[in-house]
């Protein structure tokens, strides 16, 4: 082992594993370590005022030593599953990657499948020595051999003298001083990844955050040591393979599109920087909302210019014609996610854009706000079980469901707000939702067991360019706008907008809005009447619905002796027993089954019996989703979840028309 030192007076001496993997990290020929990874830890260092101690070896040593906790950091580390059980990981990565095949002029590879029968060098103990081993082999059904070598060195030289057939590693290797004439990058790319810094386990979590919060600064300054280190050390080769015209034809109206995005923020912010500069009497105020306008600008850059990485980066892997069918699909996934996370940034900037020049119109009419919070938990609930959370809407208002003269568009858009923050910054536990009356007002609440929001952030959470954590991290991404945008249309409603919060416990946010009920006391009475008990006729109910325990639901509410019930769980099944039960008499439909869903099987049995009664059940209660149903054949539909005196209701209209 080799060891070198950076020194601070007084400072954390953090040990660092140095291998050869040029350009990302290895000793140059001045026998000092360097490279970008080395760069940015530099930044760091100095910035935070650590002492460097460099310990020089193989990556295999480099690892057992971090597991030991003999070495404090390892650079230049995929995540795995393996190694997050060995090893810390911090949240924001340094740099993205993926692997390639390299070969020579005598072994011609197009495909992955080329692999076949090949002998494969690596890395030893490289991420891409399992992944090789394992998922590839597995997934492509192949046979091949992989040899490991102690460094990129060795394993460049096996391939010029035949020992082995290809190598495989990262993208940085075509910018190394290894590659040359005699090696050939094929452009066969496959699983895509992060770098990061890794840590030993007894590194505290804190200097992990310290560590993020100076990666965030550094990639949103665009002269920062991390951008002057990528352009030096991987301008080295000419690159083989040119853009077309297309790609940069777009690449540019892309391009285009972000700096008028930007422009636009920035105007926004002088107008703004004009309105405060009147207000003489408050200039202390004053200077600290334009730190917090600058925050915003960061972050809305960094909104901006990531999901663009994104569609850009992986838009030029899509053009390379080698690329398997399966990874063409994960890129356009990652094309169309980096979309929509463009695209809801662009939405939040001109939601405020609207708000700040007064163009929101109110639209009133009569909304039921039971419908909306059903559909709204229907709709984040993926969301909450893609992160474990629990998510729970407290149906406990007392009465019947109200009917109000309100804005349907701004409640929702309201109540989203509000419901995405809490997701988004709740990682465990979970997210409890309702509402209730109070005096002359439905009051609204979202209780989270997140984070929890400082005592002086109270207030400016609801201010425009204002976040309650100013620092950019991968975790917690977002324009920072939607509290803002809740508070103005709240506003705009005739009500108001506050909150409850605790540190590390969670928060819980109210808002309230005039309650001015429509026809409530009718529609009440309406229901109180209504029972399966008036049925002096009977009929068969054929239900189609796939839940087991939603089927026992809905047969516990129609048990009658005058209805006989047909049972099926999918769409071919429900059309075949239409088929062979002539008798039928109503059909409840579930929408969402496996195979043919009910949509499909409605048209089918729509061609052969068009009077039967279709009631779709489904949790799509929007307006796009209303109109599909109908346009399929359906008769009616009802929301889940089912209410029983609605569903008896419509058993009754429809049994007694048939």
């Avoid at 069918?325 to 980096?338: A, G, P, R």
């Avoid at 059903?374 to 079980?385: R, S, V």
């Avoid at 204002?466 to 620092?471: C, G, I």
């Avoid at 039928?584 to 068009?610: Q, W, Y």
């Amino acid at each position: 082992m080799v060891m070198y030192g950076e020194k601070h007076v007084d400072a954390i001496t953090l040990k660092v594993g140095v291998y050869n993997n040029r350009p990302k990290i290895f000793i140059n020929d001045g026998g000092r370590p360097d490279g970008i990874f080395i760069d940015v830890l530099k930044a760091i260092a100095e910035k935070e005022k650590f002492q460097l101690e460099y310990i020089v070896g193989d990556w295999q040593q480099l690892m057992s030593m971090l597991a030991k906790g003999e070495i404090d950091i390892l650079p230049d580390m995929a995540f795995s599953q393996k190694r997050d059980s060995l090893y810390n990981f911090n949240n924001l990565s340094v740099i993205s990657t993926w692997l390639e095949v390299y070969t020579t002029a005598r072994t011609p590879v197009t495909s992955i499948t080329n692999l076949q029968n090949k002998k494969v060098g690596v890395l030893k103990g490289s991420f891409q020595e399992d992944l090789l081993n394992n998922a590839i082999k597995d997934k492509f059904n192949l046979s091949f051999e992989v040899i490991t070598f102690d460094d990129y060195a060795e394993t460049a030289n096996a391939l010029k003298n035949n020992e082995v057939d290809v190598i495989v590693a990262d993208r940085f290797f075509y910018f190394s001083d290894i590659f040359d004439k005699d090696i050939h990058a094929t452009g066969v790319v496959f699983y895509p990844n992060e770098l990061y810094f890794g840590f030993s386990k007894k590194i505290p979590s804190k200097l992990l955050t310290l560590f993020d919060n100076n990666l965030s600064k550094l990639k949103n300054e665009v002269n920062s040591e991390f951008y002057l280190s990528m352009h030096h050390w991987l301008d080295v080769h000419t690159h083989e393979h040119g853009v077309p015209l297309f790609l940069r034809w777009f690449i540019t109206i892309i391009s285009i599109f972000s700096i008028l995005a930007l422009a636009f923020i920035i105007l926004l912010r002088n107008s703004v920087k004009l309105k405060t500069a009147e207000l003489l009497a408050s200039k202390h105020k004053a200077e600290e909302s334009d730190r917090l306008k600058t925050v915003f600008l960061q972050n809305i850059s960094h909104e901006i210019r990531t999901p663009m990485n994104g569609i850009l980066g992986f838009i030029e892997l899509l053009n390379n014609e080698d690329v398997i069918e399966k990874d063409k699909k994960i890129y356009m996934n990652i094309v169309t996610k980096s979309g929509y996370r463009l695209l809801n940034t662009i939405n939040d900037v001109i939601e405020i854009s609207k708000i700040e020049s007064g163009q929101v119109n109110l639209f009133l009419s009569g909304v039921n706000i039971g419908e909306i919070m059903t559909d709204l938990y229907e709709f984040f609930k993926k969301q909450a079980d893609e992160k474990k959370i629990k998510l729970i809407y407290n149906q406990t208002f007392s009465g019947a469901t109200p009917l109000i003269e309100t804005d349907r568009s701004l409640i929702e858009k309201v109540i989203v707000n509000v419901l995405r923050n809490a997701i988004k910054f709740t990682t465990e536990g979970s997210i409890e939702f309702s509402y209730y009356k109070e005096n002359n007002n439905l009051i609204f609440y979202v209780k989270d067991t997140g984070c929890g929001i400082p005592t002086d952030r109270y207030d400016a959470i609801f201010e425009r360019f204002v976040q309650s954590d100013l620092s950019i991290t991968r975790k917690h991404e977002g324009s920072g706008l939607g509290l803002a945008i809740a508070k103005a249309y709240i506003e705009l409603l005739g009500g108001k907008i506050w909150m409850e919060s605790e540190m590390n416990k969670g928060s819980i946010f109210y808002f309230s809005i005039p309650y001015k009920p429509i026809q409530q006391e009718i529609q009440t009475e309406d229901k109180k009447e209504i029972s399966l008990s008036t049925l002096n006729k009977r009929i068969t109910l054929l239900i189609a619905e796939d839940d087991e325990f939603s089927f026992m639901y809905l047969e516990n509410i129609l048990k009658s002796e005058f209805i006989t019930i047909i049972h099926t769980t999918n769409g071919q099944d429900t059309v075949d027993a239409m088929l062979s039960n002539p008798g039928i008499s109503i059909i409840l439909m579930d929408i969402k089954m496996p195979g043919m869903n009910g949509l499909v099987a409605t048209e089918h049995i729509r061609h052969f019996n068009t009077n039967i009664p279709i009631i779709a059940q489904t949790a799509y209660a929007f307006a796009e989703d209303k109109l599909e149903i109908f346009e399929s054949g359906c008769t009616d539909f009802i929301a889940k979840p089912i209410d029983r005196t609605e569903l008896i209701r419509m058993i009754l209209k429809y049994a007694w028309e048939s």
